[in-house]
């Protein structure tokens, strides 16, 4: 196993896997992008895994459904850095299979077999305490002045598993003390140690909160005189993955679907 003395080495190893998904409706120059999202790639034949809400938003939008024996309707624009050098492009998947249970979605891109950088899903190897990290595209267009994903690092706050008597422990949910941001979903997740997936950002907590629950603010608000101000919503450092067990188990079945389809390239 490699081990990278720095989070920047472990950054360099996983950032040429990393991609940034935003679909688009329709093949035109100027049709507009939404729902912006980050996926990684996993597999040398082009399969991209990605939450399953970003894939899902679309077709909410759009009012559309999804359907593994249909061509998608949208295409992808994706970018990253790899060996080569600066890659960015625009093309439509083959497949698109979104997990019916969990927050996962599987895309081919034939596209990205042609030596696009991949991280191989292995084992989930990560503890309470151990540092990891994040890469994605938040709140991003994608032009050549944003090519590279952004980091963010952390540690892991716990792993929610649920016990089978047969097949014993089972990771459900990789909850993670990160900063993560709308635009980060689908995007890897990693061991500062040896820049290994162990899941892709899911979602981040909210809580609503008042402004003058901290102590600055009910000292402002005592000298002013002033009403507390409302409740309002912010974002956490809590911040739910998809773990790496729950992602092998759908890029399995995705495999069987694309057997299934007849798609072999």
């Given at each position: ?12 190893h ?19 992008f ?12 082009g399969?991209?895994?990605t939450?399953?809400h970003?894939?899902n ?10 359907g ?15 060996a080569k050098?600066?890659?960015m492009a ?8 979104v997990?019916?249970?969990?927050d ?31 890469a ?9 002045a ?6 963010f690092s952390?540690?892991v706050?716990?792993l ?5 008597p ?8 990789l909850?993670?003390d ?8 689908g995007?890897?997740?990693f061991?500062?140690g ?20 901290g ?7 005592a000298?002013?005189?002033n ?21 092998i188990?759908a ?15």
């Amino acid at each position: 196993m490699t081990r990278f003395p720095t989070l920047r080495e472990a950054y360099q190893h996983v950032r040429p896997a990393c991609v940034g998904l935003a679909l688009r409706q329709g093949e035109s120059a100027g049709a507009k992008f939404f729902c912006f999202g980050s996926g990684v790639c996993v597999d040398p034949s082009g399969i991209v895994v990605t939450a399953g809400h970003v894939i899902n938003g679309y077709y909410k939008f759009t009012g559309r459904k999804p359907g593994d024996r249909t061509p998608p309707d949208f295409s992808i624009l994706f970018t990253s850095r790899g060996a080569k050098g600066y890659n960015m492009a625009v093309a439509q998947p083959r497949v698109v299979w979104v997990a019916d249970d969990v927050d996962v979605a599987c895309i081919k891109i034939s596209y990205l077999q042609q030596g696009w950088p991949f991280l191989r899903p292995e084992v989930l190897d990560v503890a309470e305490g151990d540092a990891v990290a994040a890469a994605g595209y938040p709140l991003r267009s994608f032009d050549l002045a944003h090519a590279l994903p952004d980091l963010f690092s952390g540690i892991v706050s716990s792993l929610r598993a649920a016990h089978d008597p047969q097949s014993g422990w089972d990771v459900k949910d990789l909850v993670l003390d990160i900063s993560v941001h709308p635009g980060n979903s689908g995007g890897p997740v990693f061991t500062e140690g040896t820049g290994q997936l162990i899941g892709i950002v899911s979602s981040q907590r909210l809580r609503s909160v008042d402004k003058a629950d901290g102590i600055a603010g009910v000292l402002a608000q005592a000298a002013a005189d002033n009403p507390p101000a409302p409740d309002t919503q912010v974002w956490t450092n809590i911040t739910h993955c998809v773990p790496l067990t729950t992602i092998i188990r759908a890029i399995d079945t995705f495999r069987a679907q694309l057997v299934d389809l007849g798609v072999k390239d």
